[in-house]
């Protein structure tokens, strides 16, 4: 599981990959952490979980990040190191999922605004999960 950070215009993209979905959704979330905070620090924080559903894939990788953004709003926690199973249900997709909350005041954290739906992608490719999201800074 991996994850690249991309110049976006004004934004920032984060290209992922996995190789299963709940991995390549984690090293978004993963990419998410290291664009708000450049250090983060090895230890400290407590786990926290979470379960998202949605009726798509792409809804599900929206759902989460705007989650873990809402944990760090709400908790003033930065999410990092994060675990994630991804899985299809009769209703779309469930998402459970895990992280470890820095608390703010430990990092220099930037702020990530928002996840767009601007150039999703989730793809299998080479026998991996692939992700690509932009996020509004």
Known sequence: MSF?????TADVAVAARGGSLGGAFAAVADGLAAAMCDEIPAEGGERGELEVCAG?????LF?????LIYRRDVESVL???????????D??????????GVPLDAVVARDVKAVTYSEMRIEREDGEWTAYVVLDV
């Open 91 to 100: 209703e779309g997709w469930r998402l459970t999922g895990s992280f470890r």
């Open 56 to 60: 798509d894939r792409e809804s599900l």
């Open 4 to 8: 690249e950070l991309r110049d976006h």
């Open 63 to 67: 759902d989460y990040l705007d989650e």
């Open 79 to 89: 999410p990092v190191d994060h675990e994630a199973r991804v899985e299809r249900t």
